[in-house]
């Protein structure tokens, strides 16, 4: 068995956007990511268009399909408005079919993703959006914090998937928190108890080369994303060596 590596290419694109022109090429560098083996690409647009624009998202939609096996995950916040030539997310994922949609509750300000939904509050807005994306063939994932209460409300809404947020996860193997072994029970309860509702899980932020010795036995792991760590190991080993070293650690049983 293995989990399958999603490589997010959102700081790819920041680089590029930093300066005039389409250096670095993001869609060449996911190319690269292919080639080495990862099994799937990842893109989180956002309105602001900090990183990830439409046109990449659309280029990497097309450059998945030469990839047989290869999925495409398009993440981002429903409910955020079009903005400019962002059309919204629902829009793109419309345009462009991937086989996978997260949805994630961040917002404009903030810096990136750092909670789960509180399904509490918004599952009544979001499920229309899951019937939708559904009813496009696209796999619907939620991005979920280890609370089991919401992990059942995630079920019930008709998910198809929860994508665990490994934010306090990362920052406690960082600082050998003494607590982290507690912690990471706490992400076991919670793919035990997604697996037994039927969920599939799928896990990331802030994993990396060394937190994922650890987090790669989490009962049930299908899938990670993976992009910040990712991006700032290529600056030392390369790309390619890189993705290969990520595939190795995911490598399970």
């Known amino acids: 068995m293995s989990i399958a590596l999603s490589v997010n290419l959102n700081k790819i694109a920041l680089i590029r956007n930093s300066r005039a022109g389409n250096y670095p090429d993001v869609t060449a560098h ?26 990449d998202v659309r280029e990497i939609a097309q450059l998945v399909k030469e990839y047989a096996g290869t999925e495409f995950n398009i993440e981002g916040n429903p409910f ?31 810096l990136t993703s750092d909670h789960g939904f509180d399904l509490k509050a918004d599952g009544e807005r979001l499920v229309p959006i899951l019937e939708q994306l559904q009813s496009w063939g696209v796999r619907v994932s939620l991005f979920m914090d280890p609370d089991l209460e919401q992990i059942r409300l995630a079920q019930q809404l008709g998910a198809d998937r929860i994508e665990l947020y490994t934010g306090p996860f990362a920052e406690a193997y960082a600082q050998q928190d003494p607590e982290l072994g507690n912690l990471y029970q706490r992400y076991v309860d919670a793919a ?31 899938e990670v994303s993976i992009g910040h760590a990712l991006t700032v190991d290529a600056l030392r080993m390369g790309l390619e060596q890189t993705v290969k070293a990520y595939l190795d650690l995911c490598k399970t049983g």
């Open 80 to 110: 955020a408005e079009p903005l400019g030539t962002y059309p919204g997310l629902l829009a793109l994922v419309e345009e462009t079919r991937p086989h996978q949609c997260t949805l994630v509750p961040d917002t404009q300000q903030q």
């Open 30 to 55: 996911g190319r690269v990511c292919l080639d080495a083996g990862a099994q799937g690409l990842t893109v989180h647009p956002r309105p602001d268009q900090r990183h990830i624009r439409p046109q």
């Open 192 to 222: 035990e108890l997604a697996r037994s509702l039927g969920l599939g899980i799928n896990a990331g932020h802030d994993l990396n080369l060394e937190n994922m010795t650890l987090f790669r036995n989490l009962p049930g792991l299908q």
